[in-house]
């Protein structure tokens, strides 16, 4: 965790100075620092956790985010890509997350190819007195209506740094004029509560960071329309992207340093001009400083009072947690894995009222090609309630899993069962900690989270400003855009990176007006 800022101390010499300086290892904080170092800026990346996205256990590295990246195809991704000179190794890598995926939720079960061709079948076959089919074909005239107004919204990728709030507030009214209304039922005619509810609020969930409640009916018919074109993965998923981008940077002469901790950040005549230290006397200058991560982790309360802006300050105020990823990874024998399971599975429990609130409980469950000795790895995540015990959370995973049917005969077939999150040792399926494997493996990595807030003016999709209101101050984290997910955060991360390192040819862009500031 990084230290708080404190005193307002001013800058007298640097030990180095940087163009860009990122702090904190959200995606779209390496999609800005990438693109600044490849436009020629000299950058630093201090992230405070686990940069790559994965943890290192028995040799092998464990995903902390294995959900599907399914917005690879968006135009912010390529077009961040494309200036990377990363776009043909990720579209040659591009593959099915899975043939097919197993949904289970209040008590039924469908198996849905690639693109729901089936859904009719499967759909007919669990709710023969429901059209289906009928809320189906609603949903794909929506998608044609929703999805260009996004992509229109979000194509340039550029942002203007500063905009009058009425032309801001008629820019916003205009486009969503042209979305659904807030109100709008996603799965009519079918009766508000169905099951299908369920899965949505479980998908959508777990793509982005915001909870049901907050996201808009526009920003749910994206995600799920990108959803269900596949879902489409990238091989190595979202840890493999992150690899891609930290490449690119230290390619292109950029630093990611692990190992430093910030004390202070450095302020002089209210512009940001670098960061101090913790336990050195080391400080860094820079030109830029990006918060690339959820800024009250990053700050603290007396500078937060003080110093931040007040339409970041009120933002950020509006903001809670309403469920945490738990992420748990499993190696398990062949024998313990039912035909259910085909490489992605989805478990939704019913929510009493669709769209209210996040839906504890619901899980995602990734299934690894074989490995080398024949086993699988399977990497699961739950949603838990924000300050939830996790001593055992793993085991009453398993127990839900097993009585749902969803992993059954599981437990006596898991070689090792291991949390980041919850400070116990990797064990078997009978809670020994794993031989060979369970010795100082114990871990509390912080987990990521679904976030609520008034989006109500940022089209459902935004709930912080990408501009903070300071001087060189910027954010790109998975705040700034929640409701879009990954293709949030690559907005995000390419428009700061046109404010610090603006490209041979800027182009007006709108992106700035999704965010909450005022």
Not at 98 to 114: K, P
Not at 129 to 135: I, P, R
Not at 258 to 278: E, H, P, T
Not at 317 to 335: Q, S, Y
Request: aromatic fraction near 6%; proline fraction near 7%; charge should be positive.
């Amino acid at each position: 965790m990084v230290t708080p800022f404190g005193s307002r101390r001013e800058l007298s010499v640097a030990t180095n100075h940087y163009n860009l300086i990122v702090l904190g290892g959200d995606l779209a904080g390496l999609v800005a620092a990438a693109l600044a170092a490849n436009r020629g800026l000299r950058v630093l990346v201090i992230p405070t956790r686990p940069i790559t996205g994965t943890y290192s256990l028995g040799g092998r590295a464990m995903p902390i985010d294995p959900v599907p990246l399914v917005q690879l195809d968006s135009p912010a991704v390529r077009r961040s890509c494309e200036e990377l000179g990363l776009w043909p190794q990720i579209r040659r890598a591009l593959q099915p997350a899975a043939a097919r995926t197993h949904w289970v939720t209040d008590g039924h079960r469908l198996d849905i190819e690639l693109g729901a061709k089936n859904l009719a079948r499967e759909a007919a076959r669990e709710w023969p007195d429901v059209d289906v089919m009928a809320a189906w074909h609603r949903f794909i005239e929506q998608v044609q209506t929703v999805n260009p107004v996004f992509e229109d919204l979000l194509g340039s990728g550029e942002q203007v740094p500063t905009a009058e709030r009425f032309w801001t507030r008629r820019f916003l009214d205009r486009t969503a004029s042209r979305l659904p209304r807030a109100d709008f039922d996603l799965w009519a005619p079918v009766t508000r509560g169905h099951p299908l509810a369920s899965v949505s609020d479980a998908v959508t969930s777990a793509i982005s960071d915001l909870s049901p409640e907050s996201l808009g009916a526009g920003a749910k018919i994206r995600l799920l329309s990108q959803w269900h074109r596949g879902p489409f993965d990238r091989m190595g998923g979202l840890a493999g992207l992150r690899e891609l981008l930290i490449t690119r940077i230290r390619l292109k002469s950029g630093e990611v340093k692990s190992g430093l901790r910030v004390a202070d950040v450095l302020l002089k005549r209210g512009r940001v001009v670098g960061i101090q230290l913790l336990g050195k006397t080391d400080r860094y200058g820079c030109d830029h400083l990006v918060l690339a991560e959820d800024p009250r982790s990053l700050v603290g309360g007396a500078w937060l009072a003080e110093h931040l802006p007040r339409p970041l300050a009120r933002s950020l105020a509006g903001i809670d947690v309403t469920a945490c990823r738990f992420v748990m990874n499993l190696t398990v024998e062949p024998r313990g894995l039912g035909p259910g399971l085909d490489g992605l599975a989805v478990w939704a429990p019913r929510v009493v009222a669709p769209g209210k609130r996040p839906p504890l409980g619901a899980t995602m469950i990734r299934r690894s090609d074989p490995l080398d000795d024949g086993a699988y790895q399977l990497s699961v995540s739950t949603l838990v309630a924000p300050g939830a015990s996790l001593d055992d959370q793993a085991e009453r995973l398993l127990e839900e899993l097993e009585d749902q049917g969803v992993l059954p005969w599981l437990r006596r077939h898991i070689r090792v069962m291991h949390s980041p999150h919850d400070g116990l040792p990797a064990r078997d399926g009978h809670g020994r900690v794993a031989p060979g494997v369970g010795a100082n493996t114990a871990m509390r990595l912080p987990m990521s989270a679904l976030f609520r807030g008034d989006t109500s003016g940022a089209l459902g999709v935004g709930l912080l400003p990408a501009v903070s209101g300071a001087r060189n101050l910027h954010l790109a984290s998975r705040l700034t855009l929640p409701g879009l997910g990954v293709e949030g955060e690559f907005v995000a991360g390419l428009g700061v990176a046109s404010v610090v390192a603006p490209p041979k040819r800027p182009t007006f862009g709108r992106t700035l007006f999704l965010g909450r500031g005022r």
